[in-house]
Each structure stands twice: as structure tokens, then as C-alpha cells.
């Protein structure tokens, strides 16, 4: 059985950090790139963060660009999302998301949410 589960939302001040994780099981993680998706209230998905499947790419959405630091450990089957200097326009539902070109394979976790608020 597939499970990502995402762990470590909450409330955070602006300015302030917080660490995402998900714990991926049921699939072989190595063979997946992963993402971080958020949901905003109002408005729709949008792709935060990716990694790929042995972790030396990344990429950003401009927005988070020299904030945000996405990691993979395959060896646990974990990835974390580093976030700093919050802003609370990055409030919302953070998805992890795992994905595999070939064959075509794509997963989501319940996703955690994260208020940034003072």
C-alpha cells in the first residue's frame, strides 16, 4: 500500500522557519522524483519545490527561490522541505507529491497545513 505522509506543519511567525517532511512507503522511493505542492486558501495547487530522484537536481518556484530547500534521503525514504524567512503569503497546505516518468506513475500525500501568522 502507497502512503506519503507529511509531517510538521503548524503555526509559524513571519520571518520565522519550519521544517516539512514526508514519509514515503509501498513504492521504491529511489526511483522517484518528488515535489512539494501547496495549496492556498482560494487558490489553486502549485508546485513549490522538486528533487529529483537522486537528489542532485532541484528546482523552485520563484517565489521560494533562496528560502525554501528541498532534500531527499533514500536511504530512509524520507524528503523534507527546509522553509525560511516565511511570509505569510506562503500559508496554505503543503502536498508531497512523488512522480515517475516511465512508466507513468504519480502519488500524493493528505498534505499539512502551515499558517504563517503573528
Known amino acids: 500500500q502507497v502512503q506519503l505522509v507529511e509531517y510538521g506543519g503548524g503555526l509559524v511567525q513571519p520571518g520565522g522557519s519550519m521544517t516539512l517532511s514526508c514519509a514515503a512507503s509501498?513504492?521504491?522511493?529511489?526511483?522517484?522524483?518528488m515535489r512539494w505542492y501547496r495549496q492556498a486558501p482560494g487558490k489553486e495547487r502549485e508546485l513549490v519545490a522538486h528533487?529529483?530522484?537522486?537528489?542532485?537536481?532541484?528546482n523552485y518556484a520563484d517565489s521560494m527561490k533562496g528560502r525554501f530547500t528541498i532534500t531527499r534521503d533514500n536511504a530512509k525514504n524520507t524528503v523534507s522541505l527546509q522553509m525560511n524567512s516565511l511570509k505569510p503569503e506562503d500559508t496554505g497546505v503543503y502536498y508531497c507529491?512523488?512522480?515517475?516518468?516511465?512508466?507513468?506513475?504519480?502519488?500524493w500525500g493528505k498534505g499539512t497545513l502551515v499558517t504563517v501568522s503573528s
Open positions: 507529491n512523488a512522480i515517475q516518468g516511465a512508466p507513468r506513475r504519480e502519488y
Open positions: 509501498g513504492f521504491t522511493f529511489s526511483n522517484y522524483a
Open positions: 528533487i529529483g530522484s537522486t537528489g542532485a537536481f532541484t
